[in-house]
């Protein structure tokens, strides 16, 4: 699993869009990019995968640019109910096995 | 509902007692996994199964025992766990190894 880097927090307002980076600089060849969402003493929903250009689905956009070294996650209009960690993950999951897979991910606080 | 269903969903054992945690998961996935989530700490994978083989991992300790008896099931089996293992455990399963997991409600453990 290659190395991500990602903002600790975030805070935004209800009605606006976020944008939350993911830095990795190691992505293999093969590697895909997923971005999960977690609410406390719950466990993490898949929110959007990618492995090159930009993806949308209902629920946010994701954006990769050409050395996809880093994503985007773009959430449109977030509410109160967005607020949530939010994690980027890339590559196969087995060779991350007894490691902290997720990291540290990035807590959103949206406010009234 | 997710399709992964996880009991029980609180357990409080002592130090000395054998528990086991179960997973099931109804979408006809080939990997599952086993995750731990301390208070405040990010999601650690614990092991992994593809198609019931048990991918290696030496940094859980013995006092976590893992079984796959077939590829809806995955249990975890407890015995003389110490208070720091108090945690929620997750359950996840996954087409294959990196498609987008789905996760349990998690099971609450708490070791006294």
């Known amino acids: 699993l290659a190395k991500t880097t990602q903002p600790i927090s975030m805070d935004s307002y209800e009605g606006q869009e976020v944008n939350i980076t993911c830095s990795h600089n190691?992505?293999?060849?093969?590697?895909?990019i997923t971005w999960y969402q977690q609410f406390p003493s719950q466990g993490p929903r898949f929110i959007i995968q990618?492995?090159?250009t930009k993806v949308t689905n209902e629920v946010a956009s994701l954006f990769i640019p050409a050395d996809r070294k880093s994503s985007t996650l773009s959430l449109p209009r977030v509410s109160l109910s967005d607020t949530a960690v939010y994690y980027c993950?890339?590559?196969?999951?087995?060779?991350?096995?007894?490691?902290?897979?997720f990291g540290d991910g990035t807590t959103l606080t949206v406010k009234p | 509902e997710t399709g992964v269903t996880q009991t029980p969903r609180h357990l409080v054992m002592g130090m000395t007692n054998k528990k086991s945690l179960k997973c099931e998961q109804h979408?006809?996935?080939?990997?599952m996994y086993w995750y731990k989530q301390s208070a405040k700490k990010p999601l650690e994978l614990m092991f992994v199964?593809?198609?019931?083989?048990?991918?290696e991992n030496n940094s859980v300790p013995s006092r976590f025992s893992p079984e796959c008896p077939n590829s809806s099931h995955l249990f975890l089996h407890l015995h003389t766990l110490q208070p720091e293992d108090s945690a929620l455990y997750l359950c996840?399963?996954?087409?294959?190894?990196?498609?987008?997991?789905?996760f349990g409600p998690g099971t609450r453990l708490t070791v006294l």
């Open positions: 996840a399963s996954s087409q294959g190894l990196t498609d987008e997991q789905f």
């Open positions: 190691n992505i293999a060849t093969n590697d895909y």
């Open positions: 990618g492995y090159k």
């Open positions: 993950l890339v590559g196969d999951i087995r060779a991350n096995a007894g490691k902290s897979t």
């Open positions: 979408l006809g996935h080939n990997a």
């Open positions: 199964y593809s198609l019931e083989e048990r991918v």
